[in-house]
């Protein structure tokens, strides 16, 4: 099945500043990416996603950025805010595979000091 | 808004104990999934459904039991609990036809 790889796995960063979180691939049929945020106690809520015909999203300050040959995609937070603070969750599924299912990443924990 | 409900938000149980776990969503036509979210292993898949009657296992599904004779329920039943099944719950939910998969609130089980 697909692999799922997410780097770093703590990121800490000035409020302000830009923080960027990356995630590898196995699968090459893997056509589907989207991007969760958790917050404590709470569950996953997709902030963004992307799909392998596109190689780039942008929603406000949050951007995606995908490179199917190298089998890799990465989420941009520009001036972050404190209540970007959260685990992020990268993840990855094929149309093809069964009831799209998602493979997860094992998350980012990233903390924006004010 | 995806209406998807899972309760108890918290239970404390005992090993060898029997415990179920309830998810319930207000769409007629979606998948539903259970992952187990634990430190250093992120989301894990346990179960999932196409339809009533239609499950299959994930990546853990060992030591859990699902059933789904309602399209809107798709309970998770430990049937003899283990401490190693202490972990944060989720249900999720997707329409079908779509990629998008949303979360539940979540259940935080703790087996002593």
């Known amino acids: 099945g697909e692999n799922v790889e997410q780097h770093p796995s703590t990121l800490s960063v000035q409020e302000g500043d830009s923080a960027v979180i990356k995630c590898t691939y196995s699968?090459?049929?893997?056509?589907?990416f989207p991007w969760y945020k958790q917050e404590l106690g709470k569950g996953p809520q997709l902030i963004i996603d992307?799909?392998?015909?596109?190689g780039e999203k942008k929603d406000q300050r949050i951007a995606v950025t995908l490179n199917k040959t190298a089998k890799h995609f990465s989420l941009h937070i520009t001036e972050t805010q404190p209540e970007d603070s959260a685990v992020y969750f990268c993840a990855a599924s094929s149309r093809g595979s069964t009831l799209g299912r998602l493979y997860f990443g094992r998350g980012t924990q990233l903390t924006v000091w004010p | 808004d995806a209406g998807i409900t899972q309760s108890p938000r918290y239970k404390i149980t005992e090993t060898g104990r029997q415990v179920t776990l309830m998810c319930h969503q207000t769409w007629s036509h979606s998948y539903m999934f259970w992952y187990r979210q634990d430190l250093g292993h992120g989301l894990r898949l346990i179960y999932y459904?196409?339809?009533?009657?239609?499950?299959d296992k994930g990546e853990v599904p060992d030591g859990y039991v699902v059933s789904r004779s309602k399209t809107e329920n798709f309970p998770l039943t430990l049937e003899s609990a283990t401490r190693s099944q202490t972990s944060v719950y989720f249900c999720?939910?997707?329409?079908?036809?779509?990629?998008?998969?949303?979360f539940g609130p979540g259940t935080r089980l703790t087996v002593l």
């Open positions: 992307i799909r392998s015909n596109v």
């Open positions: 459904s196409a339809a009533a009657d239609i499950t």
């Open positions: 699968d090459s049929a893997s056509n589907y």
């Open positions: 999720a939910i997707t329409s079908v036809g779509t990629d998008t998969q949303y």
